[in-house]
C-alpha cells in the first residue's frame, strides 16, 4: 500500500510540471529562427505532457485495479462477519437451551431433595414406631428382612438420585461453559472482521481519493495538450506570417538593388557614351581651330536616393494613456496559470476604439490579423528598427503604405490572446525586441 501511495506523489507532482508548461501558453514575437526555437519548444512541452498523462492513465489503471481487490476483499469481509453472526445466534441459542436444561436440573435436584428430606424426617420422627410396626406386622423373619431391604434401598434411592441429577447437572454446567468459550471465540473474530473491514473501508477510500486526484492531473494535462495544440498552431501562423514578410521584403530589397544596378550601369554607359561624344567633338574643333582649348565634360553624377523615412523622432502612442499595466520584464502568466513569461514589449491599458499613433515615420511592413496576436502592424522606420503593435480592434493602415510620425494607424481593442482593451507595443532592432521605454515615454 506504501508504495502505491508513493506513486500518487508523482501524480500530485504533476500540477507542478503543467504550471511550468504553462509558460509556453504565451506567445512571444521575435525573429523567424527564435519563432521556430519557440515553435520546438512549443512541440517538446507537449511530448513531455503527453508522456506524462500516458503515466497517469496507467496509475489511474493500477488504482482502479487494487481499488476492485479492495472492494472484493470488503465483500469477502462482509460475508465472513455474516456467517459469524449465524454461528453466533446459533451459540446464543444452544446457550440459552442449555441454560434452560441447568435450571430445570436444578428445579428436579431441588425437588427430589425435598422429597429425600421429608421421608428421611418422617423416619426419622417415627422410626422407632415404624421398626416395631414393620416387626409386629411382619408375617416371616424373611418379610421383616424384606422390608428392611425396603427401606435401605428407598434411601439408596434417594441417594442415586441425588448424586445422578448433580452429575447431571455439572455435565450441563460443563457443556454451557465450552458454548461460552466458543461464543467468546466468535464474537472475537467477529471483532476482529469487523476492525478489517473498516480498515479496508478506511483504504478504499483514500484510494478513492487518489483516483480522483490523478483524474483531476489527468483532466489538467489533455487541457494543457490542447492550450498547446492552439499555441503550436498560432506559433506555426506567425511563422508563416513572418516568412511572408521576409520573403517579400528580401524580394522588394533584391528588385531595389537591381534597379540601382541597372540605374548605374545605365549612368555608367551614359557618362561613357558622353565622354566618347566630347572626346569625338574635342578632336574635331582640334582639327578646326588648333588654338582652341579643349573642354572639359564633366560625367554626371548618379543623385537616386533611397531616402530613409524615419524620422529620428518617437512619440507615445496612446493620447492621454500614460498608464503602463505591463513592462518589459518578466511577469506571471496573465491566464491565471502558475508560470512566468518574458514580456517583450509592453502593455497600455485603453477603451476599445481609442485611436492608435504611429511612434514614429516608416513604410508598414505588415499588417495581418493573427490567432495570437490579433490585429497586429508592424511598421519599418529604417536602420533595423521596427515598431510593433497588436491586438487592435481595427487597423486602418495596409503593408506598403507609408506612414507619418503621430499618423493614427489602428483602434484599441482586445484581438487574439488577450486579457482586456489594451495597446501591446514592442520595439524591435536587428530582430531582437528592447525596452520600448527606451524609444518613447508618456
Do not use: C
Not at 47 to 71: G, H
Not at 335 to 349: L, M, R, V, W, Y
Amino acid at each position: 500500500m506504501h508504495k502505491k501511495v508513493k506513486n500518487y506523489i508523482f501524480a500530485a507532482a504533476v500540477t507542478t510540471f503543467l504550471g511550468l508548461a504553462a509558460a509556453a501558453q504565451i506567445v512571444t514575437y521575435g525573429d523567424v529562427s527564435s519563432e521556430k526555437e519557440s515553435l520546438n519548444n512549443l512541440k517538446n512541452q507537449r511530448t513531455n505532457v503527453e508522456d506524462i498523462l500516458s503515466k497517469l492513465e496507467a496509475e489511474k489503471q493500477n488504482s482502479e485495479k487494487y481499488l476492485a481487490d479492495l472492494d472484493a476483499k470488503v465483500s469477502e469481509i462482509a460475508d465472513k462477519i455474516y456467517k459469524l453472526q449465524i454461528e453466533i445466534d446459533t451459540k446464543n441459542e444452544e446457550i440459552d437451551a442449555t441454560q434452560k436444561q441447568i435450571e430445570k436440573a436444578e428445579v428436579d435436584i431441588a425437588e427430589q431433595y425435598e422429597a429425600m428430606k421429608l421421608r428421611i424426617q418422617y423416619m426419622y420422627e417415627n422410626g422407632n414406631a415404624n421398626y416395631v410396626s414393620m416387626i409386629l406386622d411382619s408375617q416371616s423373619i424373611g418379610d421383616f428382612l424384606n422390608r428392611a431391604e425396603y427401606i435401605s434401598e428407598i434411601t439408596s434411592y434417594d441417594r442415586n438420585m441425588l448424586d445422578e441429577m448433580q452429575a447431571k447437572k455439572n455435565e450441563i454446567e460443563a457443556a454451557k461453559a465450552s458454548l461460552d468459550r466458543q461464543l467468546a471465540d466468535l464474537e472475537t473474530l467477529q471483532t476482529e472482521a469487523e476492525a478489517e473491514r473498516a480498515a479496508t473501508e478506511t483504504l478504499m477510500a483514500a484510494k478513492n481519493a487518489e483516483i480522483e486526484s490523478v483524474n483531476a492531473s489527468i483532466s489538467e494535462a489533455e487541457n494543457q495538450i490542447k492550450n498547446l495544440d492552439e499555441d503550436i498552431e498560432a506559433q506555426q501562423e506567425l511563422i508563416s506570417e513572418m516568412e511572408s514578410i521576409e520573403a517579400r521584403r528580401k524580394a522588394e530589397e533584391a528588385s531595389r538593388k537591381a534597379a540601382e544596378e541597372a540605374s548605374r550601369k545605365a549612368a555608367e554607359e551614359a557618362s561613357r557614351k558622353a565622354a566618347e561624344e566630347a572626346s569625338r567633338k574635342a578632336a574635331e574643333n582640334s582639327e578646326k581651330n588648333n588654338q582652341t582649348e579643349q573642354p572639359t565634360t564633366k560625367a554626371p553624377q548618379n543623385n537616386t536616393q533611397n531616402p530613409s523615412s524615419n524620422s529620428g523622432k518617437f512619440i507615445w502612442p496612446l493620447s492621454g494613456r500614460s498608464y503602463i499595466s505591463s513592462y518589459f520584464s518578466m511577469r506571471n502568466d496573465p491566464f491565471g496559470g502558475s508560470s512566468t513569461e518574458f514580456h517583450n514589449g509592453i502593455d497600455i491599458p485603453a477603451p476599445t476604439g481609442t485611436p492608435i499613433m504611429a511612434v514614429s515615420g516608416g513604410q508598414v511592413a505588415w499588417s495581418y490579423l493573427s490567432s495570437s496576436a490579433g490585429n497586429w502592424i508592424g511598421i519599418d522606420h529604417g536602420n533595423g528598427t521596427y515598431s510593433v503593435y497588436m491586438h487592435m480592434s481595427s487597423r486602418l493602415v495596409k503593408e506598403g503604405d507609408y506612414v507619418t510620425t503621430g499618423q493614427i494607424i489602428g483602434l484599441v481593442g482586445s484581438t487574439g490572446r488577450s486579457t482586456g482593451p489594451h495597446l501591446h507595443l514592442s520595439i524591435r532592432v536587428d530582430g531582437n525586441y528592447v525596452n520600448p521605454l527606451n524609444y518613447v515615454s508618456p
